[in-house]
């Protein structure tokens, strides 16, 4: 076994704990860390970014703990409770595989590609087949109906994953896939890390020694696939693309058109002899106008069902769509033209965005039309095969809760590639530019309200620019809980980012600024950093472009430096910290170059700079004192204030100032209990747990963990409570 005191178990240590700074626990394991190194060295260190530098701190810390006996024991403690991607191998992977389709026809040359390169003999190389061909083709039914038949194949699991690369603005990047693929794998949503990098390195740890099948639909390029990759043995993965990906080191697996005997047989399947044989005088048409498409073929159903519906329904005209999506927007456009008025309005408009899964309660205020009208207009969409149900994401609970309170429609849908394009087309003729413009700006004006509403209910107290702030800021909440908003915010994120790219193209720049203030919780407490980025980025950018050194400006630049500093981009991170800073003291916004100053000092804190980070704290607290009565921010001012107290107290314990910090974080948690802010005042007291146990109180610390618990359960702050599970392990093993 190795020795926890040697240089090759530290350097482990240290090397787990960074890369395990994803979530909270991590994030405080890592300032901890930094706060042992300066006790055990007697100086303060930098934090290791490289592996160099990690070996180089691990070499130094081993020989410090040499001779020191009670930090030895600290070290250890320390170690055995630290979380780190090792915690990883005890997920469980679960089938997920969406449900096969009942009538399955023919491809059986596909499939024994597949048998063969799932079957090879393990040679190193690893096991990768492409699935290709047109839109509506079948193949990702092709091989979801592989995976669910081969079943037996594959104990440890079967993950399925949508890439959603219709185009490179629709397709999901890596982070957002790996996280997915991860809450499959068993892994708990607060427990990855919000780099890609590092949930890479997690998905190939949880895989390794298992036989597993993953399929990844609707990929783009091969570039999105690549990360999504792993060289163990027993993993076979299947990507479905529209085309030949080049650069993907692939079994190619062509996919063509049903010959007419096997379309044929597909529609007796689907509607019976019987009806068939009923409609053999309009069956050439029918199968020449499908040609051989699976999808086409199953939107022809209402049509042979009722022949005289092929008469009074025009035909699609000459001027189709490119070769390959030809029988999908030839199915699209027959269906469209049996819609009632309402529901193709709501067809036509929906579709101007791309958005991930909408639902009934932004339908309707974007149309015009009551929830309960635009849930069944919906649903008549789907039966039609004009839009895809979605299926609820494991992350979020799928209600979504409107700005009104009310609970929205659960079912959410969204448009295939080709029939998105022909209502896009059919909204320009029949809607006009200024109709569709319209439509967008409404959906954006639901998604602002919502998004602003959830965000002052998901972090009470907490302060907003812009007008729907103000407005909403007097409103009743209408959420139960802290946990419920930021459930809500995490169940619409993907609109919401949508939502800002909308605003700047509209040139929209309050709603661009509003919806990216709106997404801090789920920055702060669900970890949707990666995800957030390009949103965040966007409001940077409208911002220099139409408001250069105004508040607002300040504001963007903040949110996106405190986005980069848990992705440990931290040299960007200043930069924006920086910028955001320089803008609102141009601006003469107090409250806000306060804000900024303090952001730096947390960056502080997580590069283990503490003497500079009290720097920053006690900074913001001179500016701060420059808000006068009646200026704009005095309001806030207790809260402000006891903030930076908090963090002045990190700042003691890891420059081992331990009574002085314990005095700063009561002083925090006073003000927090007292104005019944139960989220701070749990983490004063994880901090002030922290201290009593590098002080070495652990009976003294654990009343506190226990506390911190408690109020943190009520709030769904799940990242704060594994790192409160692995203080009280720490607890638990100084006292033992």
């Not at 409770?81 to 915690?87: D, K, M, Q, V």
């Not at 079943?151 to 399925?160: D, K, V």
């Not at 963007?556 to 980069?564: A, E, I, N, R, Y």
């Not at 002045?648 to 420059?655: H, I, P, Q, V």
Request: hydrophobic residues 40%; aromatic residues 6%.
């Amino acid at each position: 076994m190795l020795d926890p005191l040697s240089v090759a178990a530290i350097t482990a240590v240290v090397g787990a704990v960074g890369a395990g700074m994803g979530n909270e626990a991590g994030k405080w394991a890592w300032e901890s860390l930094g706060g042992l190194c300066r006790r055990a060295l007697g100086r303060e260190v930098t934090a290791p970014t490289s592996g160099a530098e990690v070996a180089a701190v691990a070499e130094q810390i081993h020989q410090a703990l040499r001779t020191d006996p009670a930090l030895a024991r600290a070290w250890e403690d320390f170690a055995r409770a630290a979380p780190g991607p090792a915690s990883v191998g005890t997920a469980r992977a679960v089938p997920t595989l969406p449900p096969s389709i009942r009538f399955f026809t023919d491809r059986e040359g596909p499939m024994r590609v597949l048998r063969r390169e799932a079957g090879r003999k393990a040679d190193g190389r690893p096991r990768v087949a492409l699935v290709h061909g047109p839109e509506g083709i079948g193949t990702s039914e092709l091989a979801v109906h592989w995976g669910c038949r081969e079943a037996a194949r594959y104990p440890g699991g079967q993950l399925y994953a949508d890439l959603r690369g219709a185009s490179s603005g629709t397709a999901v990047g890596s982070a957002e896939v790996l996280r997915s693929l991860l809450r499959q794998l068993g892994m708990d949503q607060e427990e990855i890390p919000p780099g890609a990098a590092d949930r890479r390195e997690a998905f190939r740890r949880c895989l390794a020694g298992r036989r597993v099948l993953v399929v990844l639909d609707h990929a783009y390029s091969a570039a999105q696939v690549r990360p999504l990759l792993t060289s163990a043995p027993e993993v076979f993965t299947v990507v479905v693309a529209r085309h030949l990906l080049p650069g993907l080191d692939a079994v190619p697996v062509p996919v063509g058109p049903l010959s007419e005997s096997d379309a044929r047989r597909l529609l007796t399947r689907l509607v019976g002899k019987e009806t068939l044989a009923g409609a053999r005088a309009v069956l050439p048409r029918v199968l020449e106008r499908c040609g051989g498409s699976p999808f086409a073929l199953r939107a022809a159903v209402p049509d042979l069902s009722d022949p005289h519906r092929l008469e009074e329904v025009p035909t699609v005209p000459e001027s189709g769509p490119p070769t390959g999506s030809g029988p999908v927007r030839a199915a699209a456009e027959r269906a469209y033209r049996t819609l009632e008025p309402t529901a193709a309005r709501v067809y036509r408009l929906m579709a101007q965005r791309e958005w991930p899964a909408f639902a009934a309660p932004v339908v309707a205020h974007t149309v015009g039309m009551s929830e309960g009208e635009a849930a069944r207009h919906l649903g008549e969409l789907a039966d039609r095969r004009l839009l895809e149900p979605v299926e609820a994401d494991p992350d979020t609970d799928p209600v979504t809760t409107g700005p009104d309170g009310k609970d929205g429609e659960q079912a959410r849908y969204r448009y295939r590639p080709s029939i998105r394009g022909h209502a896009v087309e059919a909204a320009f003729h029949e809607d006009g530019i200024a109709g569709c413009s319209a439509a967008v700006a409404g959906s954006v004006r639901w998604y602002l309200d919502f998004a602003v509403r959830a965000r002052l209910a998901a972090l009470p107290g907490s302060w907003g620019l812009g007008p729907r702030f103000e407005a909403s800021a007097r409103d009743a909440s209408p959420y139960g809980s802290e946990g419920e908003a930021l459930t809500a915010l995490r169940a619409e994120r993907g609109n919401l980012i949508e939502a800002v790219h909308a605003a700047e193209e509209f040139g929209d720049a309050d709603s661009v600024y509003q919806l990216c203030q709106a997404l801090w919780p789920l920055q702060l407490k669900a970890g949707h950093h990666d995800e957030l980025l390009p949103a965040l980025r966007a409001g940077v950018r409208v911002a220099e472009a139409r408001h250069p050194g105004s508040r607002m400006a300040g504001r963007m630049h903040s949110l996106l430096g405190l986005d980069l500093m848990e992705l440990r981009r931290y040299e960007e991170a200043e930069a924006e910290l920086s910028a955001a800073a320089e803008a609102e003291k141009d601006a003469g916004h107090a409250r806000g170059h306060a804000s900024a100053v303090e952001s730096l000092g947390l960056l502080r804190l997580r590069q283990w700079r503490f003497r500079e980070a009290y720097g920053c704290f006690d900074e913001a607290s001179g500016i701060l004192a420059g808000i006068g009565p009646g200026d704009e921010g005095e309001r806030d001012l207790p809260r402000a204030h006891a903030l930076l107290e908090r963090h002045r107290g990190r700042a003691l314990r890891g420059l081992g100032r331990f009574t002085e910090a314990r005095e700063r974080l009561e002083n925090a948690l006073r003000y927090f209990c007292g104005c019944g802010d139960a989220y701070n005042a749990a983490r004063s007291l994880t901090d002030l747990a922290e201290v009593a146990l590098d002080a070495g109180d652990a009976s003294g610390a654990l009343p506190l963990i226990d506390r911190a618990t408690e109020m943190l359960d009520e709030e769904k702050a799940a990242y704060h409570l594994i790192h409160l599970r692995s203080l009280r392990a720490r607890c638990v093993n100084s006292l033992d």
